[in-house]
């Protein structure tokens, strides 16, 4: 079955600070990879994906992440951090029919 | 473009009763899935409706259900509501082709059973 880890549930960084959420997938094909963010209160926003071609992939806001298939990971960075990326971020994975597995989240809080 | 615009956005309901949540997609997506979010179990698929038909379903007993109408808003039902339903309920919609993850969320709508 298909499964998202996500082995840091908290992580705290000093604005301007680089960053790494780790995310480790299990899926038996070639996976189709996301990472989503979400503000308290507020639905999923897509920062990035990976269907398929460079296994370094731009997402939105200066996030980036790189596809590892011998690694199965598919590690979320950004160089720099803001105080307005204080944020929970979910990794998922497609799992086939359009459904999505979802990671259990990091709760990232970056202070100043 | 109006996002994905779900309703009620909060909800009290008491255990026993039933109740319907609401999904209006981004216009032209034929594509709606629905998640629960809850602390203990994170975010999980409940069923994903394409052109008024299930394509696919969680792993959720059958006091869940969902339909898609023909201008592929979506409701969700959940009968004999249980503590444990309270979650944030999200809706996401697609232009639904297979493999297309394209989605966008809407902004949940958070239900508490008391």
């Known amino acids: 079955a298909q499964s998202v880890t996500q082995p840091d549930i908290h992580i705290t960084v000093s604005e301007g600070a680089s960053l790494e959420l780790r995310c480790n997938y299990s899926?038996?094909?070639?996976?189709?990879l996301f990472w989503y963010v979400q503000s308290p209160g507020q639905g999923l926003q897509l920062l990035l994906k990976?269907?398929?071609?460079?296994?370094l992939v731009k997402g939105i806001n200066g996030f980036e992440a790189e596809f590892n298939k011998s690694q199965t990971s598919f590690h979320l960075r950004k160089p720099s951090v803001h105080i307005s990326d204080t944020a929970e971020y979910f990794c998922?994975?497609?799992?086939?029919?359009?459904?999505?597995?979802f990671g259990a989240g990091t709760i990232l809080r970056v202070k100043s | 473009k109006a996002g994905v615009t779900q309703t009620p956005r909060y909800l009290i309901k008491t255990r026993g009763q039933q109740v319907t949540l609401s999904c209006s997609p981004i216009s032209g997506h034929r594509s709606v899935s629905w998640y629960q979010q809850t602390p203990g179990q994170g975010l999980q698929f409940l069923f994903e409706?394409?052109?008024?038909?299930?394509?696919n379903k969680g792993n959720f007993p059958g006091r869940f259900s969902g339909r898609q109408f023909s201008n592929s808003r979506s409701e969700m039902n959940v009968s004999t509501l249980e503590l444990g339903d309270s979650a944030l309920y999200l809706c996401?919609?697609?232009?639904?082709?297979?493999?297309?993850?394209?989605?966008?969320f809407g902004s949940g709508t958070r239900l508490t059973v008391v």
């Open positions: 990976y269907l398929s071609g460079s296994t």
């Open positions: 409706y394409f052109s008024e038909t299930q394509r």
């Open positions: 998922a994975v497609g799992a086939g029919g359009n459904k999505l597995v």
């Open positions: 996401a919609s697609s232009s639904g082709g297979t493999g297309d993850y394209g989605y966008t």
């Open positions: 899926y038996g094909a070639t996976p189709y």
